[in-house]
């Protein structure tokens, strides 16, 4: 199955990127302590190297999103959770994700953390798809920009597999 997938960032791509990445993380805060916060389920992968290569004091916390319908469907607002309000407020915090499509999850992250008195609020993806990008929000930090088109692995699924991909596939026209 996993043979029909055309690869479009290598394991090794990825490996290099992530530690440049972590250099830019690092440079940003200056020593001072943030709340990393992966959002579950697809950030997994890229958090656990990119937390491994950063050197500032951070602390570790998850959110969690769920889009209505089908994953390549952009159409609803996403339903998110986060930490509780004393992990966050007066803190800054780096939410990680896989992929910053259209923003729609990290805009309702960063309202809701912002309510909850985040000191800032920053993203960090492993992709940038801007295509399909609702306003003009940019990520603070990213690993590479992807055409628009469906991708799978690193964490990524469609339909909840090719998560365990390690590396970033295309999936072929017609499956997304
Ligand atoms: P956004 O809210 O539209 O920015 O989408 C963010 C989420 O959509 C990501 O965290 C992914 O779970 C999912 N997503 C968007 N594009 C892709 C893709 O090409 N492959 C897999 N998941 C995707
Ligand atoms: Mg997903």
Do not use: W
């Not at 055309?6 to 990127?17: F, S």
């Not at 923003?103 to 940038?128: H, I, Q, W």
């Not at 306003?135 to 990524?156: A, I, M, N, Q």
């Amino acid at each position: 199955m996993n043979d029909a997938l055309a690869p479009l960032l290598t394991a090794r791509q990825i490996e290099a990127r992530i530690a440049q990445i972590a250099r830019e993380v690092d440079k940003h805060y200056d020593g001072e302590e943030f709340v990393l916060l992966p959002v579950l389920k697809g950030a997994v992968v890229f958090a656990a190297d990119l937390m491994r290569q950063l050197r500032n004091p951070f602390l570790l916390e998850f959110a969690r999103s769920r889009s209505y319908g089908s994953s390549s469907d952009a159409e609803h607002a996403p339903e998110v959770m986060v930490p509780a309000a004393e992990v966050v407020a007066d803190r800054h915090v780096l939410v990680v994700d896989d992929i910053l499509d259209t923003g729609n999850t990290f805009l309702a992250l960063k309202e809701k953390l912002l309510e909850m008195e985040a000191l800032s609020v920053r993203g960090c993806f492993l992709l940038d798809k801007p295509t399909r990008r609702v306003g003009t929000l940019k990520p603070d930090f990213f690993g590479f920009e992807v055409p628009d088109v469906f991708v799978v692995g690193y964490g990524l699924d469609h339909a909840e597999h090719h998560r365990n991909l390690p590396f970033i596939g295309r999936l072929p026209e017609g499956m997304a």
